[in-house]
């Protein structure tokens, strides 16, 4: 069976497809095309640096937590270099 076919019958097992197809789109996914059929662009709220923040917080979060085990293995393992010297 394919993926596609598969994401298919799991979509409609569910009732996805008929949602999408029924429910209307929000009028901000919407574009809006000028007389000559080219997209107008629309000026929304400049972004600021509160909306980047939770993104920021997970990514040192991840950061911090690799560091911790890197230590943690390092520690465990007592690797010395083939050559002999030390770190």
Known sequence: MAVGSFRTLWSTSWGL??????????PQCTLKYNNRGVAVQQVNLPLNLKQFAPA?????????????????????????PIDGSSF
């Open 17 to 26: 497809n008929k949602k999408w197809r029924l429910d209307r789109i929000p």
């Open 56 to 80: 920021f917080i997970v990514l040192l979060i991840g950061y911090s937590l690799s560091f911790v085990l890197f230590l943690l293995e390092r520690k465990a393992r007592k690797v010395t």
